[in-house]
């Protein structure tokens, strides 16, 4: 059978920035690395068994790499068992106090991040930091806050602007680079997507050091989706960010889901399952929406690249099932299904969903994955 033309497109949109490259676990960030995509648990951290569990979905659904939150020392006791056990490279999340990164550092986390702005007196610890860091080889990610600025940049700049936040970010670089250590990867996060945009082309010129791309409390999951798709997008076109989190008021499997597909829009992520689908229109003799809805459903989490098409009128409809592994072209309460661009049945629209999924698992069992 022909293979499915899905995976890594030939074209790009451009060369990735050139990067340093540190390791996060197993994970490689930066460099020639794929960009990776990661989430935070909403769990309590010292309630090991949720957060565990948490972290084993957001592993299901596609997250590469997990952030804990340690805001208390029963959050730090419970670093170790959390960071053997995850499926997947742990990064504890150090606000306020200090003793908490030493804390997350013997505890075997992949990595460690810190906020200089809301840690009393950061640059005093650099030193002692840089050394602790070194010794278990752990990466710092210094990630500044539009929300969380130090108080003399605010100062300096009257708000968070860019060149606020990137001074800030490359200021405390600077105190890691006295010490020696460069396993360092940055975020400068802002709500504002402009802001964001304009900060990380700033910084991506400024310095070589891997970066996380944020748009920090971008809001509920539909205009959360749309801030970060349009802040990523931006600067993944431009071969800007190594790592991505997309901020969602709503449960952290969402984040990934989004910045999974993010990722795989931009040809920057192999591709898996993808639907493709007209909006419906006056010319529409099915009901495309629920079609749709209820081919994803039947779909969900195919274990091999399978591009669908599910059209619902004979302008596009032949066009876009013809191009697609498997596809759909309706018309008169019928429809035509097309496996690899050749018509092998018509049937009544009640039955086009279960023929669809009946010809993906056909496919399935010649590709061997099922």
Known sequence: MTAVQL??????????????????GDVPVGGDAPVSVQSMCTTV????????????????????????????????????????KSPIPVIADIHFQPKYVFAALEAGCAAVRVNPGN???????????????ADVGTPIRIGVNAGSLDPRLLKKYGKATPDALVESALWECSLFEEH????????????DPVVMIQAYRQLAKACEYPLHLGVTEAGPAFQGTVKSSVAFGALLAEGIGDTIRVSLSAPPVEEVKVGT???????????????VSCPSCGRAQVDVYRLTEEVMAAL?????????????????????????????????????????????????????????????MKLGEQMGVI
């Open 300 to 360: 969900e989490g195919f274990p091999a690249p399978l591009r669908v098409a599910v059209m619902g009128c004979v302008v596009n409809g032949p066009g876009e099932a013809r191009e697609a592994d498997l596809g759909v072209a309706s018309g008169n309460g019928k429809g035509q299904i097309f496996v690899k661009g050749k018509v092998v049945k018509t049937v009544p629209e009640s039955q086009i969903a279960e023929a669809l999924v009946e010809e993906a």
């Open 45 to 84: 951290t010292a309630n090991i068994d949720a957060t565990l569990q948490q972290i084993a979905e957001l592993t299901a659904s596609g997250c590469q790499i997990v952030r804990v939150a340690v805001p208390s020392q029963d959050d730090a006791d419970a670093l170790p068992i959390i960071a053997k």
């Open 7 to 24: 995976g890594l497109p030939e074209q790009r949109l451009t060369k990735r920035r050139k990067s340093r490259q540190v390791m996060v």
């Open 180 to 191: 020696g250590f460069r396993d360092i990867k940055i975020s400068v996060k802002h709500h």
């Open 119 to 133: 840690i009393k007196k950061f640059d005093d610890k650099v030193a002692e930091i840089a050394k602790a860091a």
């Open 261 to 275: 597909q993010i990722l795989e829009s931009l040809g920057l992520k192999e591709r898996g399952l993808e639907i």
